[in-house]
């Protein structure tokens, strides 16, 4: 099962002050509430530290964070890195 990304927002809440959760068969990960920009800039650096990423990668922006997400969704978060599924 791939990785998906999410931002639970509860009725009537500001969805900017909410935390993002990353949920796989691997089981659930919490980000605190940072932009969306900023949680792919975080993901970005945790993919490149695994390997998983090639170092010279472009930094996400609004709109181009495909690259980042699209590799999320084909990997796992094993023993406190991202690994390839």
Known sequence: MATRILRPTPKGADPNLQPWLLRGAWGDREYPAMSRVD???VL???LIAAGVM?????????EHHDHVSMLVA????????????
């Open 54 to 62: 090639a170092p010279h990668a472009p930094q996400p922006s609004n």
């Open 74 to 85: 084909e990997c796992s978060w094993k023993d406190g890195r991202w690994v390839r599924e």
């Open 39 to 41: 949680l792919y800039g």
């Open 44 to 46: 970005r650096e945790e």
